[in-house]
Nanobody, 124 residues
Framework: QVQLVESGGGLVQAGGSLTLSCAAS????????LGWFRQAPGKEREFVAT????????NYADSVRGRFTISRDNAKNTMYLQMNSLKPEDTAVYYC?????????????????WGQGTQVTVSS
């Protein structure tokens, strides 16, 4: 089993940047596909990005492609989300998630465990 803890959220002005981290515990971290999701008030939790075991394969939601970068450091049991050119519509609670499988996943129901979330607020 893997436990996940997000950090790095905060308040930033539009056009600014933030980097989120997701620290994991558990021996099998490197054999988990990982993902970032977000949930804005009154909305469904939505996919943001996903990354493969070794980090070679990634996929992004169209709304963040070209602005956000997902990465992982298996030696540190940590995943990251670099967010640039932030917009007010990026405001949400951001969650990291994991699944002990090989293929990338874009659906929240495909993930087995979740962090508690970190708030990102982008002011206009």
């Amino acid at each position: 089993q893997v436990q996940l803890v997000e950090s790095g959220g905060g308040l930033v002005q539009a056009g600014g940047s933030l980097t989120l981290s997701c620290a994991a515990s558990g021996r099998t971290f490197s054999r988990n596909v990982l993902g970032w999701f977000r949930q804005a008030p009154g909305k469904e939790r939505e996919f943001v990005a996903t990354i493969s075991w070794g980090g070679a394969a990634t996929n992004y939601a169209d709304s963040v492609r070209g602005r956000f970068t997902i990465s992982r450091d298996n030696a540190k049991n940590t995943m990251y989300l670099q967010m640039n050119s932030l917009k007010p519509e990026d405001t949400a609670v951001y969650y990291c998630a994991g699944r002990p499988s090989y293929g990338l996943a874009l659906e929240k129901d495909d993930y087995d465990y979740w962090g508690q979330g970190t708030q990102v607020t982008v002011s206009s």
